[in-house]
């Protein structure tokens, strides 16, 4: 296994603890404004992200490699409206997805089919995000920061299991 393909997957440990971070300060943010049914969303969705991060190092490891760690940046806490939080949490889900099709690219180059078969069940998963995501914004889009809408979608995020 190439150096490269073991940065990438060290790349991708740290960049899962990065998107669970950002998750918690936007749980953070949902439950400052009182709407725990997002907050409790979000606080799924970090939860989601240090998992993943877990399965990356649990398979370095099995590897025989070493895990890699790298400062995790302070996240973004401040948002002007739900909207724009879960519009970068889209973003921010797109980017999780090239980063894996990336190095899902590095190991088909490789040939290297250990690390395909870890890796398909995370290019599976951004596209359940991705989608999960859009349906959000929509619907969102379609509140439009009406409080009587939103206060109902609180009830149906807080339902997240």
Do not use: C
């Amino acid at each position: 296994m190439s150096d490269k393909l073991i940065k990438g997957l060290n790349d991708q440990f740290n960049f899962e603890i990065e998107s669970g971070y950002l998750y918690l300060a936007m749980s953070a943010y949902f439950k400052e404004e009182e709407m725990n049914g997002f907050a409790h969303f979000m606080a799924k969705q970090a939860h989601e992200e240090f998992e993943h991060a877990k399965g990356f190092y649990d398979f370095i490891f099995a590897l025989g490699e070493k895990v890699e760690y790298e400062e995790v940046a302070k996240p973004k806490s401040e948002y002007k409206d739900f909207n724009e939080a879960f519009k970068d949490a889209l973003e921010h889900e797109k980017l999780v997805a090239e980063k894996i099709e990336a190095l899902y690219a590095q190991a088909l180059e490789e040939d290297n089919y250990k690390v395909l078969e870890f890796l398909g069940q995370y290019v599976t998963e951004q596209v359940e995000e991705i989608d999960t995501f859009n349906g959000i914004m929509t619907k969102l889009e379609r509140i439009n920061g009406a409080w009587s809408g939103l206060y109902i979608f609180d009830s149906e995020l807080a339902q997240r299991q």
